[in-house]
């Protein structure tokens, strides 16, 4: 664009090209924090700022926190008059241990040597920036010497342009030296020699090095592709870390902070849960990325290269202070040092959320397809391949804490992986709290226990600096923790470093995160679930998959099997078995408890959870825009959603658009959703947003479902009410009579067939569900509950809910057990055969109707 306030449309692209641009100094700082703010920007180009109202020492400091952006991989700022106090500011903003910075344009900016002084100092440390284009400044023989020193230890730099100059045969001597020693650049753009008897010399020693390493690296790239094709196999060293707790606890946070960024205390808190990447490399520096389509490469670059090491199992160091962190004043507690909150107001210029689906190859590097390669992904070799081949890759789940989700979040919970129990310890100092939370960590606890009993479990407490005592109430929360979960939860990894069963942090003052990082990383490395090797044709079909997301975020299985096929897996059974791999380790979401839940691939999945959390929410917490549902004349419609639990279809085509088929059949299927056929207008029933507690308990006689010797997850009962109306609304489609149900947060009443109503209820505290019907259908109440049950079970709980039956009179508390009751027959529970063979069509007409589900 040229002149002008730049378009607020831009703020939220991933590529941005604002051109040559006139600019004052308040539209380009609001710019930038707005783009900033969002935290997607992948590539940034400017084609000059000279002209604009502010300097180039001005434009450094405006510009720089775009570099402290995890996600940019392209800065370019051409004829912007940086100099190299304004270029000094700008690279303020890198940060060496999680930039992802690939490509750096500052050609014609009036840099000289103190510029290239201050580039040298980041690229000395730096092994993630390939190309950098420097011609038309002033660079003379000093700055080509301090770029000397960097190219004889720097590996990542593949491509230099110092054309038009200012140094002479001195400069170009120092360099030659250095290229001795460098194998990485394979493209070097330098001056024609104005003096042939001297310049010439080392220009020509500089040119037959660079070939040298372009024909190494045409060799590299060779054998990098070979290995891909072969049939291979080899470890994928990546795995998936959840993060679960009570609301308000500290988990983005935590996320934010194992990612490296700073502390925000205006993080709203997450709405249904959000996936980041990142690469765990050596002294504890993890890489906020996105999953690119180059799992292959990478690995078949630990194969080719003879590199076969992932993570090494020692403590860390870090070896880079981040000069913007602002450190209070540390006090001692103890033998551990820890820092106070002072109560500053800490701003932020970075936002955690990494959209995964928005990662594409912005390689500048041309993509050549190669005949006889089957898929259409060529693979681009670079010595940066090294490092990142060695990394452990995680995806990072952080689930929101508030209720609400908690029933959405069964679905997305893997048996494989690291979970993150993420507590604030000081609420178990608050004898006002202390119960609540402790139920709380219990019921995590449990649920971990119940979806991934053979994964292990960090307990991660936030708050650190705030605990008054310090180290003694770090120790006295240890106590209680490890009488209220060790003997029952032997998954739990214990903190060795401390001796401690928990990991004590505080994410404001980064304190104990490097002891958290070194846990997760020792964890994932001994893990023999992800040391198991997988065929290279797999990790060539996921390539494939993910190359997809420019056009779409999820693909039909058949779409899925044919890309496989491709690949070379060609049976059915190999590509169930690789789907379910790449969906327990974050890199898809495939979900299998049905029909269409399998018939759908998401190669995008932070895109499906953010979808399911526009009508899955805390309607009071989480609002949406207010303005826009208004304007839409449906502003009754979504407080009937988030009060009552009936989405009317025109909310739903509203917040869905195009996809809302796809969603209302994924939602049935998962059971979080049932059409409601109780109105004029086409509605759904969303149990889960059922507010209103019903304070009355289920009358006697009555059967109970006990789950208290295991676990009765939030989401089982909301499910069960699905199921029920879904039965009774067959009825009604029929045009048979049928109740309107009386629907509560915890109990329901529900016509399931003509004149046959049951009422359920939910007591968390007791753990039980409860039934009772009008005596005549007792019996096939209980059948068909029982079976609605066991569906929920099988189908989201992998067979896992265990649960006992007890039966209460009518004039007595006693509860008799199942098989007591049995024996006795116990009215109006159990008949005689005559009766069970009446029931037998009813039978026969529910596995169906659970079956077609």
């Given at each position: 664009?040229?002149?002008?306030?730049?378009?607020?449309?831009?703020?939220?692209?991933?590529?941005?090209?604002?051109?040559?641009?006139?600019?004052?100094?308040?539209?380009?700082?609001?710019?930038?924090?707005?783009?900033?703010?969002?935290?997607?920007?992948?590539?940034?180009?400017?084609?000059?700022?000279?002209?604009?109202?502010?300097?180039?020492?001005?434009?450094?400091?405006?510009?720089?926190?775009?570099?402290?952006?995890?996600?940019?991989?392209?800065?370019?700022?051409?004829?912007?008059?940086?100099?190299?106090?304004?270029?000094?500011?700008?690279?303020?903003?890198?940060?060496?241990?999680?930039?992802?910075?690939?490509?750096?344009?500052?050609?014609?900016?009036?840099?000289?040597?103190?510029?290239?002084?201050?580039?040298?100092?980041?690229?000395?440390?730096?092994?993630?920036?390939?190309?950098?284009?420097?011609?038309?400044?002033?660079?003379?023989?000093?700055?080509?010497?301090?770029?000397?020193?960097?190219?004889?230890?720097?590996?990542?730099?593949?491509?230099?342009?110092?054309?038009?100059?200012?140094?002479?045969?001195?400069?170009?001597?120092?360099?030659?030296?250095?290229?001795?020693?460098?194998?990485?650049?394979?493209?070097?753009?330098?001056?024609?020699?104005?003096?042939?008897?001297?310049?010439?010399?080392?220009?020509?020693?500089?040119?037959?090095?660079?070939?040298?390493?372009?024909?190494?690296?045409?060799?590299?790239?060779?054998?990098?592709?070979?290995?891909?094709?072969?049939?291979?196999?080899?470890?994928?060293?990546?795995?998936?870390?959840?993060?679960?707790?009570?609301?308000?606890?500290?988990?983005?946070?935590?996320?934010?902070?194992?990612?490296?960024?700073?502390?925000?205390?205006?993080?709203?808190?997450?709405?249904?849960?959000?996936?980041?990447?990142?690469?765990?490399?050596?002294?504890?520096?993890?890489?906020?990325?996105?999953?690119?389509?180059?799992?292959?490469?990478?690995?078949?670059?630990?194969?080719?290269?003879?590199?076969?090491?992932?993570?090494?199992?020692?403590?860390?160091?870090?070896?880079?202070?981040?000069?913007?962190?602002l450190k209070p004043t540390a006090k001692t507690i103890g033998p551990k040092t820890f820092i106070p909150y002072n109560g500053k107001i800490w701003e932020d210029s970075q936002k955690a959320e990494v959209d995964t689906a928005m990662f594409v190859d912005t390689s500048d590097k041309k993509k050549v397809q190669?005949?006889?390669?089957?898929?259409?992904?060529?693979?681009?070799?670079?010595?940066?391949?090294?490092?990142?081949?060695?990394?452990?890759?995680?995806?990072?789940?952080?689930?929101?804490?508030?209720?609400?989700?908690?029933?959405?979040?069964?679905?997305?919970?893997?048996?494989?992986?690291?979970?993150?129990?993420?507590?604030?310890?000081?609420?178990?100092?608050?004898?006002?709290?202390?119960?609540?939370?402790?139920?709380?960590?219990?019921?995590?606890?449990?649920?971990?226990?119940?979806?991934?009993?053979?994964?292990?479990?960090?307990?991660?407490?936030?708050?650190?600096?705030?605990?008054?005592?310090?180290?003694?109430?770090?120790?006295?929360?240890?106590?209680?923790?490890?009488?209220?979960?060790?003997?029952?939860?032997?998954?739990?990894?214990?903190?060795?470093?401390?001796?401690?069963?928990?990991?004590?942090?505080?994410?404001?003052?980064?304190?104990?995160?490097?002891?958290?990082?070194?846990?997760?990383?020792?964890?994932?490395?001994?893990?023999?679930?992800?040391?198991?090797?997988?065929?290279?044709?797999?990790?060539?079909?996921?390539?494939?998959?993910?190359?997809?997301?420019?056009?779409?975020?999820?693909?039909?299985?058949?779409?899925?099997?044919?890309?496989?096929?491709?690949?070379?897996?060609?049976?059915?059974?190999?590509?169930?078995?690789?789907?379910?791999?790449?969906?327990?380790?974050?890199?898809?979401?495939?979900?299998?408890?049905?029909?269409?839940?399998?018939?759908?691939?998401?190669?995008?999945?932070?895109?499906?959870?953010?979808?399911?959390?526009?009508?899955?929410?805390?309607?009071?917490?989480?609002?949406?825009?207010?303005?826009?549902?208004?304007?839409?004349?449906?502003?009754?419609?979504?407080?009937?959603?988030?009060?009552?639990?009936?989405?009317?279809?025109?909310?739903?085509?509203?917040?869905?658009?195009?996809?809302?088929?796809?969603?209302?059949?994924?939602?049935?299927?998962?059971?979080?959703?049932?059409?409601?056929?109780?109105?004029?207008?086409?509605?759904?029933?969303?149990?889960?947003?059922?507010?209103t507690v019903h304070k009355d308990h289920v009358q006697a006689p009555r059967c109970l479902f006990n789950f208290s010797e295991s676990f009765l997850p939030m989401g089982v009962f909301q499910r069960l009410v699905s199921l029920c109306v879904i039965h009774g609304s067959r009825h009604l489609e029929k045009g048979?009579?049928?109740?309107?149900?009386?629907?509560?947060?915890?109990?329901?009443?529900?016509?399931?067939?003509?004149?046959?109503?049951?009422?359920?209820?939910?007591?968390?505290?007791?753990?039980?569900?409860?039934?009772?019907?009008?005596?005549?259908?007792a019996q096939r109440g209980f059948k068909i509950v029982t079976a609605m049950i066991q569906k929920i079970s099988y189908d989201v709980m992998k067979s896992r809910l265990k649960w006992d039956v007890q039966f209460q009179s009518k004039t007595s508390d006693e509860c008799i057990s199942l098989l007591e009751a049995?024996?006795?027959?116990?009215?109006?529970?159990?008949?005689?055969?005559?009766?069970?063979?009446?029931?037998?069509?009813?039978?026969?007409?529910?596995?169906?109707?659970?079956?077609?589900?």
């Amino acid at each position: 664009m040229k002149g002008g306030v730049i378009d607020p449309s831009v703020y939220d692209s991933v590529q941005i090209d604002i051109g040559n641009v006139l600019l004052s100094r308040e539209e380009a700082v609001h710019f930038v924090a707005e783009v900033v703010k969002r935290g997607r920007l992948l590539e940034f180009v400017c084609g000059g700022l000279k002209h604009s109202e502010f300097d180039g020492l001005e434009c450094g400091s405006i510009f720089s926190p775009f570099l402290g952006l995890t996600s940019l991989t392209h800065m370019s700022l051409r004829n912007s008059s940086l100099k190299d106090f304004g270029l000094r500011n700008l690279l303020s903003g890198i940060d060496n241990r999680y930039t992802r910075l690939e490509y750096i344009d500052l050609r014609w900016n009036q840099i000289g040597d103190l510029g290239m002084e201050s580039l040298c100092v980041v690229l000395a440390t730096n092994d993630t920036v390939r190309k950098i284009m420097l011609g038309g400044n002033e660079i003379g023989n000093e700055g080509l010497t301090k770029l000397a020193l960097v190219l004889k230890e720097n590996t990542s730099l593949s491509s230099i342009d110092m054309w038009s100059n200012r140094y002479d045969s001195l400069g170009l001597k120092e360099v030659a030296a250095a290229m001795e020693m460098n194998h990485s650049v394979i493209e070097f753009s330098l001056d024609a020699p104005t003096n042939p008897n001297e310049e010439d010399q080392f220009s020509e020693k500089i040119e037959l090095l660079v070939k040298r390493n372009r024909k190494s690296f045409h060799k590299k790239r060779k054998q990098l592709n070979d290995t891909i094709k072969e049939s291979v196999e080899a470890s994928w060293n990546r795995a998936r870390v959840m993060l679960v707790g009570q609301g308000k606890a500290g988990k983005s946070a935590t996320v934010r902070s194992l990612l490296g960024l700073s502390f925000n205390p205006q993080w709203d808190s997450t709405i249904g849960a959000d996936v980041s990447e990142t690469e765990a490399r050596k002294n504890g520096r993890w890489l906020a990325s996105g999953i690119r389509e180059n799992q292959a490469s990478k690995v078949a670059a630990r194969l080719a290269f003879g590199n076969s090491s992932t993570v090494e199992d020692t403590p860390a160091k870090d070896k880079i202070e981040n000069p913007r962190v602002l450190k209070p004043t540390a006090k001692t507690i103890g033998p551990k040092t820890f820092i106070p909150y002072n109560g500053k107001i800490w701003e932020d210029s970075q936002k955690a959320e990494v959209d995964t689906a928005m990662f594409v190859d912005t390689s500048d590097k041309k993509k050549v397809q190669k005949k006889g390669y089957q898929g259409g992904l060529d693979y681009e070799y670079d010595e940066s391949l090294h490092l990142s081949a060695n990394s452990l890759n995680l995806s990072l789940w952080d689930f929101g804490g508030q209720e609400v989700f908690y029933s959405m979040h069964h679905i997305f919970l893997t048996e494989n992986g690291v979970y993150l129990l993420v507590f604030d310890m000081r609420e178990l100092l608050n004898p006002q709290a202390v119960d609540e939370t402790s139920k709380y960590l219990l019921f995590w606890l449990r649920s971990v226990r119940l979806h991934a009993p053979d994964s292990s479990l960090i307990l991660v407490g936030t708050f650190l600096s705030d605990l008054e005592k310090g180290q003694e109430d770090v120790v006295m929360i240890d106590r209680f923790l490890k009488k209220l979960a060790r003997e029952k939860f032997p998954q739990i990894r214990p903190n060795t470093e401390d001796d401690l069963l928990l990991f004590p942090i505080d994410n404001r003052y980064n304190l104990g995160i490097l002891p958290l990082k070194r846990a997760i990383e020792r964890i994932v490395h001994n893990d023999p679930k992800v040391a198991v090797k997988i065929p290279m044709r797999w990790l060539r079909f996921l390539d494939s998959m993910l190359s997809k997301r420019k056009h779409t975020s999820c693909l039909s299985i058949k779409q899925v099997a044919a890309i496989a096929r491709d690949m070379g897996v060609t049976s059915v059974e190999e590509q169930e078995d690789a789907l379910r791999l790449f969906h327990n380790r974050g890199a898809i979401t495939h979900l299998t408890g049905s029909e269409t839940l399998h018939s759908i691939v998401t190669i995008r999945p932070q895109w499906l959870l953010d979808n399911l959390s526009l009508v899955i929410r805390d309607g009071d917490l989480h609002q949406l825009d207010e303005q826009e549902i208004e304007k839409a004349g449906l502003g009754e419609d979504v407080r009937n959603t988030f009060t009552e639990g009936i989405a009317s279809r025109d909310f739903l085509e509203f917040v869905w658009k195009y996809n809302t088929d796809f969603f209302v059949d994924l939602m049935r299927s998962a059971m979080l959703l049932s059409d409601w056929n109780f109105g004029t207008d086409r509605s759904y029933l969303i149990p889960s947003q059922l507010k209103t507690v019903h304070k009355d308990h289920v009358q006697a006689p009555r059967c109970l479902f006990n789950f208290s010797e295991s676990f009765l997850p939030m989401g089982v009962f909301q499910r069960l009410v699905s199921l029920c109306v879904i039965h009774g609304s067959r009825h009604l489609e029929k045009g048979k009579p049928s109740m309107r149900p009386e629907l509560y947060k915890n109990f329901a009443v529900v016509e399931i067939e003509p004149n046959f109503v049951v009422r359920i209820g939910e007591d968390t505290d007791n753990q039980t569900i409860s039934l009772s019907s009008a005596p005549e259908f007792a019996q096939r109440g209980f059948k068909i509950v029982t079976a609605m049950i066991q569906k929920i079970s099988y189908d989201v709980m992998k067979s896992r809910l265990k649960w006992d039956v007890q039966f209460q009179s009518k004039t007595s508390d006693e509860c008799i057990s199942l098989l007591e009751a049995q024996n006795r027959k116990l009215f109006p529970w159990f008949s005689n055969a005559k009766d069970d063979e009446q029931n037998s069509a009813h039978e026969h007409d529910l596995n169906s109707f659970l079956k077609s589900l």
